[in-house]
């Protein structure tokens, strides 16, 4: 995940710019901004698993089947008032 590294690196450089006297906020900071990107890292990997597994056949068909019905539909409906739009 080549954004969640550049996150993690810019993070990193804003924290070293700032001054010493304030360690421990760093610190604390740099914990809560790196369990925020394990947590996001986790998620797209979630995501990635789940659009990895697919849908069953039947529900492209479904799909496929309801674009046609309505944009065919839909071509019957408004042609008549399309007027000088309609190729036909």
Do not use: H
Not at 56 to 74: E, M, R, S
């Amino acid at each position: 995940y080549y954004c969640i590294d550049a996150m993690r690196a810019a993070i990193s450089e804003g924290l070293k710019a700032e001054g010493k006297n304030d360690e421990w906020k760093k610190n604390a900071a740099q914990a809560a901004m790196e369990e925020t990107i394990c947590t996001l890292a986790n998620s797209i990997g979630g995501c990635i698993r789940v659009r990895s597994t697919g849908l069953p056949v039947a529900y492209d068909d479904i799909l496929n089947t309801t674009g046609a019905i309505f944009f065919t539909a839909a071509c019957l409906a408004w042609a008549p008032g399309a007027g000088l739009y309609n190729p036909f």
